[in-house]
């Protein structure tokens, strides 16, 4: 090999929280975001001064459809998938991430955000993310 790969954060990322939007809280999102929790928690345990602090939007509630594909259950049918899914890694973590019940919108979210994760789980609804993001 010629090069040597180096990975460096920007300095801010190792001194305070790191500001994380997800994007989708079905298919996808329900199994992304345990997995961000335990980030999280591993960050804090580590000594890291903040962790993750998230924010999940998804305007879709759980169909009898979504029971057994996605991380939901058959109580949960008709309940908002992002304060769900949020609501639970609070009181299982001891995060205080929160949910928004509605459709992201880049222009209004995307200040003074490290990482965006898009999890929507249809080709239009990508699409839509990403015309959203390219107008900010």
């Known amino acids: 090999m010629t090069g ?4 460096a954060l920007p300095s801010r990322m190792l ?3 790191w500001n994380v939007v997800v994007v989708g809280a079905g298919g996808t999102g329900s199994a992304v975001l345990p997995s961000l929790a335990r980030l999280h ?5 580590l000594g890291h001064p903040g962790g993750i602090d998230c924010t999940v939007f998804d305007d879709d509630t759980v169909s009898p459809t979504n029971v057994g594909r996605q991380g939901f259950y058959p109580n949960d049918v008709g309940e908002y998938k992002a304060s769900l ?7 299982l973590m001891g995060t205080d991430w929160r949910a928004q019940t509605r459709r992201f919108s880049a222009i209004e979210t995307l200040y003074n955000v490290d990482l965006v994760i898009g999890c ?7 699409h839509l993310q990403l015309l959203d993001s390219n107008r900010s």
Do not use: F, G, P, W
Request: proline fraction near 0%; charge should be neutral.
């Open 85 to 91: 899914i949020v609501n639970q890694l609070n009181a």
């Open 41 to 45: 928690h591993a960050m804090v345990e």
């Open 120 to 126: 929507v789980d249809t080709r239009a609804a990508r």
């Open 15 to 17: 001194e305070r929280s």
């Open 4 to 7: 040597v790969v180096s990975h």
